[in-house]
């Protein structure tokens, strides 16, 4: 028996892998799920071709956006995906932000569903290159759909797929786009690159399953759930019989033997002992996660490893050339376009902006930001509402700050942030923007930019990274750290840096090629090769399918 852990898309894409080569996988998942009154409102909206206002408001909720620490997104108006970790992982967090997740899909469960792929340029350490990734891209694409434009992005930023649907951008971004091709030999001049933002969502209807309606509430949570959920895929691997998922676990450590490893862990919602016991264990449950696993696991107490960050800092920006009534206009919400930029004197690496177009989020920052204003001005805000735009800038890891993380006597997880590398390269991002106003077609507000603390974004790792020679808290190149044989981590832990294009898509592939590049034959795994349908059985609070 095969055991993976976590549900999110590491674990998925691992799991996918070794099913598809015919072995026997158990995947154990905390398992939070979202609550029922929500599941019964998402029932009711997907069978109406009207919502009603007051369902869709419950599904909503009001951000704080003036947190100092920055909105923290739900789903569905629920805080879910973050529930009982601090329960169970204890974690000491000074100057970082982490939010590790129990649900089941993890932190797909609110990502924000961007998807574009590493290039070798931006992981000249890795022991792995896109070449050996492509493959997996590939695979991954296979049960994750994506809506794509195939334009300029595509020569440096392969699709790695033929299917894909397409969607409606914003007015907003159609005419940032127009604007960006009118100036294309300039900007690429300067280093700019840009087009179609590519999303792991799926626009077009499907059979009795319907397609976006474009209403706007995709950073609350889609009502049609059309927006890519790991959990989503663990139901389809149902169809195999060699697949059994056993939810409300938690993992403490693995302690390998000669021949096989014991899974020591515990009931999420009982928290009573348990253990499992099998042949090998891949480890999928997110940077923070696993690493507490791999140092309990090494009785590395005291010990310190690193995680690399990629720094995220929001740009709000006013373009040109506005959209009016913008606030009636029907749209998608999630990224509308990606810009590009190389430019060795701000950066040796690629820096990744994603451009935002207009949300209601906005209305709730105004009115925090300037209160009473807003009713005084209600005409001219919602005319600048037409013409703001946000770009989510991210910085390579080795332009960012990093994460500090150790284990203390008592179990307890110490996190530290530490200084960030990044102000100096902030200062030199905006100040291009500026030069460039003119051709970009918008220029930013410089009074209102906000930088993240590092792990802000869910864009690091690295604290087991992978070595073609692995030294001490470091990993082979199918996430094995050293003095293990069978125990193999397959999140963004094992990421020797990170690139600022978005991390989501790269950690499915690697996990896929860990997961596929895994020869159990030769470490006496038999093969099975059965993929039958088979009816799901419950054992309690445990479901095995």
């Known amino acids: ?203 077009a209807a499907e059979e009795s399953k319907p397609g976006c309606v474009y209403c706007g509430l995709c950073l609350y949570g889609c009502p049609n759930q059309l927006i890519y959920s790991a959990a989503g895929t663990i139901d389809e691997l149902r169809k195999y019989e060699t697949f059994t998922y056993v939810p409300d676990v938690v993992v403490d450590k693995v302690v390998e033997q000669k021949e096989g490893v014991t899974i020591v862990a515990r009931s999420r919602s009982k928290k009573e002992p348990c253990e499992f016991s099998g042949s090998h264990v891949f480890i999928g449950c997110g940077a923070i996660p696993t690493t507490k696993i791999l140092l309990a696991s090494m009785n590395a107490v005291g010990k310190k490893v690193t995680l690399r960050d990629s720094q995220q800092f929001l740009v709000p920006c006013f373009a040109y050339k506005g959209v009016r009534d913008i606030v009636h206009k029907k749209l998608h919400t999630l990224c509308q376009l990606y810009v590009e930029i190389l430019d060795t004197a701000l950066d040796k690496r690629h820096i990744h902006a994603q451009v935002y177009t207009y949300n209601d989020v ?108 692995p030294g001490m808290f470091e990993s082979d190149v199918l996430g094995r750290p050293r003095g293990f044989k069978r125990v193999h981590a397959v999140d963004s832990t094992v990421l020797p840096a990170i690139a600022s294009q978005t991390i989501t898509f790269t950690i499915m592939a690697n996990a896929y090629r860990i997961g596929s590049e895994f020869d159990g034959v030769a470490a006496g795994v038999p093969e099975v090769r059965v993929a039958l349908p088979i009816e799901e059985k419950v054992q309690g609070n445990i479901y095995i399918s």
């Open 1 to 203: 028996m095969i055991y993976v852990v976590g549900s999110g898309p590491a674990g998925v894409s691992c799991a996918h892998a070794l099913l598809a080569k015919g072995y026997e996988v158990t995947l154990l998942d905390a398992g939070v799920v979202l609550d029922k009154d929500k599941q019964k409102i998402l029932a009711i909206l997907q069978k109406k071709k009207k919502w009603p206002a007051e369902l869709v408001e419950k599904i909503k909720c009001k951000l704080d956006v003036g947190a100092k620490d920055g909105p923290y997104k739900l789903s569905y108006g629920s805080d879910y995906p973050y529930r009982e970790v601090q329960d169970h992982i204890h974690l000491d967090v000074q100057g970082a932000l982490c939010r590790p997740s129990f649900a089941k899909g993890g932190l797909s469960t609110v990502w924000g569903a961007a998807v574009l792929p590493y290039i070798d340029e931006d992981i000249v350490d890795w022991p792995v290159k896109i070449k050996k990734l492509a493959p997996y891209y590939r695979k991954v694409l296979s049960f994750m759909k994506i809506a794509a434009v195939k334009d300029e992005l595509v020569q440096r930023f392969p699709l790695y797929t033929k299917k894909y649907d397409t969607f409606n951008p914003s007015e907003q971004a159609t005419l940032l786009l127009g604007h960006f091709r009118k100036h294309k030999t300039e900007l690429y001049e300067q280093g700019f690159r840009f087009g179609s933002s590519r999303l792991a969502v799926r626009f």
């Open 362 to 469: 906005y209305d709730q920052w105004l009115k925090k930001k300037f209160g009473v204003l807003c009713k005084l001005l209600a005409i001219p805000f919602k005319f600048v509402m037409g013409h703001v735009v946000v770009l989510k800038v991210f910085l390579h890891s080795d332009s960012s700050g990093k994460i500090d993380v150790s284990l203390d006597k008592s179990g307890k997880l110490i996190v530290r942030g530490l200084p960030l590398k990044s102000k100096k390269t902030l200062r030199a991002i905006l100040w291009k923007l500026m030069c460039n106003h003119r051709l970009l077609g918008f220029f930013p507000l410089l009074p209102l930019v906000k930088s993240s603390k590092p792990g802000g974004a869910n864009h690091y790792g690295g604290s087991f990274p992978m070595r073609k020679r």
